[in-house]
């Protein structure tokens, strides 16, 4: 939005800034807080999936450690997907028996529709 101030009173803001002086001084070691700052905005903050990234970038490279961490990675898989599929081979298991005896036993089917 532009202000039109007529010329005279332009001249006396003129003026006055001319001859207007700052006495204040800066804050000790100012301009350096000022570049740490400036330095601080222009770097951004690294998430936790850019970290993990940098990480493994420096690690990696590295062949007895890539083979060792690959090596472990697999056999934590190949663990949790034996837990896991002995856990629903039971329930199944479970599930599978207890109808079965419903199916055979009438006294228990007789039971559970009270």
Known sequence: MKMNFPDENR?????LLRKWTVEASLPPRFRD???????REEKPGLTL??????WLEGVLP????????VTALLVA??????????????????????G??????????AALNQ
């Open 11 to 15: 001249e006396a803001l003129s003026e």
């Open 33 to 39: 807080g000022v570049w740490r700052q400036i330095a």
């Open 49 to 54: 999936w850019d970290r993990l990234s940098r």
């Open 62 to 69: 590295r062949p007895k450690i890539a083979l060792a961490y």
């Open 77 to 98: 898989g190949m663990a949790m997907g034996l837990w896991m599929g002995r856990v629903e081979n039971d329930r199944t298991s479970a599930v599978l028996g207890s």
């Open 100 to 109: 079965y005896v419903r199916s055979v036993d009438p006294y228990q089917a």
